[in-house]
C-alpha cells in the first residue's frame, strides 16, 4: 500500500527560483527519503532523514522532518533546468519502504 | 560494484503471453522491492522478498503476477497471460539488512500490444 504522499502534483517554476515539495505520511517511520527520478531513468537517491532528525542540508537541498505532524519537506534552492525531474519521498520502517506518487517539478529556463 | 541489474530494459509482449522481468540485486543485499510505475503515474509497492522469502505481497495483483527471490540467482517477477494495462516500468530496488538509502535499478518497461 501507498505511503507517503507529496504535494502538490505538480510545480512549474522559473530557473533560479525556490522549490518547495511536500510529503506527509501515515505510521510510524525510522526514517525518511527523498529520491529523484529523470524521465525514463531509474530512481536516484538524494538524501535521506531520520525520525530523531529535524533538518537536513545536502548542497542545494534542504529536507525538513516535523514527525508529530507526520510530515516532511523537500527545498531545492537556486534551481536549474537540470533540475527538472519527478521527485519522491519514501518512508522507512525497519525494512519496509514505500513511496508516494511523486512531485513532478519543471524547471523553466 | 555494478549496482542493481534490471533485465531486460525493454520488454515487448503480445496479449496473452507470458513476461519474466529479473533482478539482481548489489552485491551482499538480501532484500528485494518490486514496484510498478504507471505512465504519468508515481511508484507504487508491489512486493517485498528476501532470500526465499515472500515478506509482503500486499501490491501485488491477486491473479497473473507472482515473484519469487531464490536462494541462488535474480529475483523474477512473473506476470503471465499479459494484457495491455500491464504496460508499465517495472523498478527493482535491493537494500541490505536495515532501513537506510536503497538502490534501484534502472527498471524494465514492459509494452503489451
Known amino acids: 500500500s501507498q505511503q507517503g504522499e507529496e504535494d502538490p502534483q505538480a510545480l512549474s517554476i522559473q530557473e533560479g527560483e525556490n522549490a518547495t515539495m511536500n510529503c506527509s505520511y501515515k505510521?510510524?517511520?525510522?526514517?525518511l527519503q527523498w529520491y529523484r527520478q529523470n524521465s525514463g531513468r531509474g530512481l536516484v537517491h538524494l538524501i535521506l532523514?531520520?525520525?530523531?532528525?529535524r533538518e537536513k542540508h545536502s548542497g542545494r537541498l534542504r529536507v525538513t522532518l516535523d514527525t508529530s505532524k507526520k510530515s516532511s519537506s523537500l527545498l531545492i534552492t537556486a534551481s536549474r533546468a537540470a533540475d527538472t525531474a519527478s521527485y519522491f519521498c519514501?518512508?522507512?520502517?525497519?525494512?519496509?519502504?514505500?513511496f508516494g506518487a511523486g512531485t513532478r517539478l519543471t524547471v523553466k529556463p | 560494484n555494478a549496482g542493481v541489474m534490471q533485465n531486460p530494459r525493454h520488454l515487448v509482449r503480445r496479449r496473452g503471453q507470458e513476461a519474466r522481468l529479473r533482478c539482481s540485486p548489489m552485491?551482499?543485499?538480501?532484500?528485494v522491492y518490486w514496484y510498478r510505475q504507471l505512465p504519468e503515474e508515481g511508484l507504487k509497492f508491489m512486493v517485498y522478498?528476501?532470500?526465499?522469502?515472500?515478506?509482503?505481497e500486499s501490491g501485488m495483483p491477486k491473479e497473473r503476477f507472482s515473484a519469487e527471490f531464490p536462494k541462488e540467482g535474480p529475483s523474477i517477477l512473473r506476470i503471465q497471460q499479459v494484457v495491455r494495462g500491464d504496460s508499465a516500468a517495472y523498478f527493482c530496488?535491493?537494500?541490505?539488512?536495515?532501513?537506510?538509502?536503497?538502490?534501484f535499478g534502472s527498471g524494465t518497461r514492459l509494452t503489451v500490444v
Open positions: 522478498l528476501q532470500k526465499e522469502n515472500i515478506i509482503d
Open positions: 505510521t510510524s517511520i525510522n526514517n
Open positions: 552485491k551482499g543485499h538480501s532484500h
Open positions: 519514501a518512508t522507512a520502517n525497519n525494512n519496509d519502504m514505500r
Open positions: 530496488a535491493s537494500s541490505p539488512v536495515g532501513d537506510y538509502g536503497y538502490t
Open positions: 532523514i531520520r525520525s530523531n532528525e
